[in-house]
C-alpha cells in the first residue's frame, strides 16, 4: 500500500494554499507584519502535495499582487520561486517581516479591514491599537512624521493656496514638504493639509459674557488651510467698529485688531497638538474671545521664553509651510505681536497653559471692562472710570484726565492720589510737568503685567 507523503503541519510562518487566491495577499501582508514566513501554493492545508499545472502563470499573478496591491512597497522583502515538491510544481513565496510596518491592502487603507497579522496558523485582520503601535514602532514618535492612518487624501485647497503663491504642487514637491513618507505612503502631515483632514475647529458665539445662551455657532473641517481662511471670515462678522467722536474728529475702532485675530487663529492651528483628537475651540463673548488649542508648552521651553519670542516648534514642517505660503512671517513673532497690538489697552490678552491645553483670550477693546477691573483691586468706580483714560507707555497730564474723565480738578487730584498710594498710577516730573500714566507694579485687575 502506497502512502502519500504530507508536509509539516501549517503553523505561525507557514502557510499552504491549493491555488493562487486574492486571500494570498492577506498572508503576504501577515508574515510581512509579524515575524516572516512561506506561502507555499499547491499544497493542500493538511500538507498533501497537490501541485499547480503551470507555475509560470502563478508567479506572475502573485509578483503582480504584490506590487500592485500591498503597500507599502514589499518587493524588497519577497522572494518568489517554483520549485518540485514530490514531483509536482509548486510555487513558494518567501516573506521577511518588513522594515515599513504596517503593510496593508492599498485598497482598504490603515484599517483593521486592510492590515493582517498572523496569528497562529492564521492570518487575521490586526486591532487598531496593534496598527498605531507598528506605525510608532517604525515611524517615531513624531505625530507629523508618522504614517497616516488615511491613506486616499487628496490636496484641492493645498494646491489653489500653492497656486496663489506661485508654489508648484506635484509629487515631489510633496516628498520635500514631508506630506509622503520615504515609503512613498502619506505622513499626517498630509493629513492635517488634506481636504480630508480629521482635525477641526469648533466656534461659538455667546449672549453676553457667559456660556450660556449661543447666538451661533460653526464647526470648520477639511484642509487646516481652508479651517483658518473660513475660522477668520467667521470671526470677522463679529469683529464690530466703533465711532469714538472727539470733538470734530471722528475714529473708528473694530473690537479686535484683525491682525491680532489672524495671529492668535495661526498659534492655534500651527502650535497645538495633533496627537490628541479633540477640536480646537473659539468661544465669542460680549467683552472676548477665547481660543483653546490642546496641548500645552513643547518640551524644554517656558513661559517667560514664549513672551520674549522663543519658538521652540511641535510642528516644524506645518510651521513650514504655512512660513512658506506665507502666512508666518518669522517664527516666534505672533505672541509679542499680538501684545504690541494692545499695549495702549489697559486690558491686555491673557495667556492660560496647562499640561494639555493653551489658552489665548483677547478683549474686545469697545467693551466696558470697568468690572473686569476691580477684580481683586479694591477699586472704586471712579478710580475705575479715570484708569480708562490712562495708558502705561504714553504718560498724560492732569488736564488731559480731567478733561477726558469730566472730573473736576479737585476730583482728579484726589482720585488720582487714591490710585498713587493704590500702586495702579505712577507719577512723574513736578508742576506744570507733572505726567500720569498706569503703574508697573501690576494693572488693573492683574492683567498686563502677568505677561511682562
Known amino acids: 500500500m502506497q502512502y502519500e507523503e504530507r508536509m509539516e503541519p501549517e503553523g505561525m510562518m507557514k502557510e499552504y494554499k491549493r491555488t493562487y487566491t486574492e486571500d494570498v495577499r492577506k498572508a503576504v501582508i501577515a508574515f510581512a507584519n509579524t515575524n516572516g514566513g512561506e506561502i507555499w501554493i499547491g499544497v493542500d492545508d493538511d500538507g498533501a502535495v497537490i501541485g499547480v499545472p503551470d507555475p509560470g502563470s502563478i508567479l506572475l499573478q502573485v509578483t503582480n499582487a ?10 524588497m522583502h519577497t522572494l518568489c520561486e517554483a520549485k518540485q515538491q514530490d514531483g509536482k510544481a509548486i510555487v513558494v513565496i518567501q516573506v521577511q517581516r518588513g522594515t515599513a510596518r504596517p503593510y496593508y491592502l492599498a485598497g482598504k487603507g490603515l484599517r483593521p479591514e486592510g492590515v493582517y497579522v498572523r496569528q497562529g496558523a492564521s492570518s487575521v485582520p490586526a486591532t487598531e491599537s496593534a496598527i498605531l503601535t507598528m506605525i510608532r514602532d517604525t515611524g517615531g514618535d513624531r505625530f507629523e512624521t508618522t504614517r497616516s ?14 497656486q496663489e503663491e ?225 495708558s502705561k507707555d504714553r504718560p498724560v497730564t492732569r488736564k488731559t484726565l480731567e478733561e477726558a474723565s469730566g472730573f473736576s480738578q479737585a476730583k482728579t487730584v484726589r482720585v488720582l492720589n487714591a490710585l498713587i498710594g493704590k500702586h495702579q498710577v505712577e507719577r512723574s516730573g513736578q508742576g506744570k510737568n507733572t505726567l500720569y500714566r498706569l503703574g508697573g507694579v501690576s494693572g488693573p485687575g492683574g492683567h498686563r503685567d502677568d505677561f511682562a
Not at 504584490?66 to 518587493?75: A, H, N, Q, W, Y
Not at 492612518?149 to 500653492?162: C, E, G, I, R, V
Open 66 to 75: 504584490i506590487r500592485d496591491s500591498i503597500r507599502p512597497d514589499l518587493t
Open 149 to 162: 492612518l488615511l491613506q486616499d487624501l487628496s490636496f484641492d485647497s493645498m494646491k489653489k493656496a500653492f
Open 166 to 390: 506661485g508654489l508648484r504642487f506635484g509629487r515631489e514637491p510633496q516628498r520635500s514638504l514631508g506630506l509622503i513618507s520615504q515609503d512613498g505612503s502619506f505622513s499626517n502631515l498630509g493629513l492635517l493639509l488634506s481636504d480630508q483632514c480629521t482635525h477641526t475647529i469648533k466656534a461659538a458665539v455667546f449672549e453676553g459674557n457667559s456660556k450660556v445662551v449661543f447666538r451661533s455657532r460653526m464647526e470648520f473641517s477639511g484642509s487646516l488651510l481652508k479651517q483658518m481662511e473660513d475660522a477668520y471670515l467667521y470671526l470677522d462678522q463679529f469683529n464690530h467698529t466703533k465711532a469714538d467722536i472727539s470733538g470734530l474728529r471722528r475714529r473708528d475702532m473694530r473690537d479686535y485688531p484683525p491682525e491680532a485675530i489672524r495671529e492668535a487663529l495661526l498659534n492655534a492651528i500651527v502650535h497645538r497638538d495633533y496627537a490628541f483628537s479633540g477640536s480646537s475651540l473659539i468661544s465669542v463673548f460680549d467683552d472676548r474671545i477665547e481660543l483653546v488649542s490642546l496641548g500645552g508648552l513643547p518640551k524644554g521651553i517656558s513661559f517667560g521664553d514664549l513672551m520674549l519670542g522663543i519658538s521652540v516648534l511641535r510642528n516644524s514642517r506645518l510651521a513650514d509651510i504655512f512660513y512658506r505660503l506665507n502666512l508666518i512671517e518669522a517664527y516666534g513673532t505672533g505672541l509679542p505681536k499680538i501684545m504690541a497690538l494692545y499695549k495702549d489697552h489697559v486690558v491686555q490678552p491673557k495667556i492660560e497653559i496647562s499640561d494639555n491645553a493653551f489658552k489665548m483670550t483677547l478683549p474686545n477693546r469697545n467693551a466696558d471692562h470697568l468690572a473686569i477691573f476691580s477684580e481683586g483691586e479694591n477699586l472704586t468706580y471712579n478710580e475705575m472710570l479715570l484708569l480708562r483714560q490712562l
